[in-house]
Nanobody, 118 residues
Framework: QVQLVESGGGLVQPGGSLRLSCAAS????????MSWVRQAPGKGLESVAL????????YYPDSVKGRFTISADNAKNTLYLEMSSLKPEDTALYYC???????????WGQGTQVTVSS
């Protein structure tokens, strides 16, 4: 069955960097669009990065553009999110999510906590 397992979260000071990983299994990783989605305390879900497999293009909201980079290693079936210049408002639970045939997110990982604080 499909499994997505995130890792790499933690406590980091403002201005610092982190790399999140998402190990994928149970589906053909190289053919499905993948996203990183976060949920800050008391707030809704926000997609912070998307990779479209057919084109290789990536998309980011203005809130993280230039600071976050999504990438995928098809040989390792692993999705990454490189985060730099982190801000306290980046504090959230970060999920990786697989996008299904109808562009909905059909599978989610359990999440990894990122806390940006001095």
């Amino acid at each position: 069955q499909v499994q997505l397992v995130e890792s790499g979260g933690g406590l980091v000071q403002p201005g610092g960097s982190l790399r999140l990983s998402c190990a994928a299994s149970g589906f053909t990783f190289s053919t499905y669009d993948m996203s990183w989605v976060r949920q800050a305390p008391g707030k809704g879900l926000e997609s912070v990065a998307l990779i479209v497999r057919r084109t290789g293009l990536t998309y980011y909201p203005d809130s993280v553009k230039g600071r976050f980079t999504i990438s995928a290693d098809n040989a390792k079936n692993t999705l990454y999110l490189e985060m730099s210049s982190l801000k306290p408002e980046d504090t959230a639970l970060y999920y990786c999510a697989k996008r299904g045939e109808a562009y909905e997110y059909d599978y989610w990982g359990q999440g990894t906590q990122v806390t940006v604080s001095s």
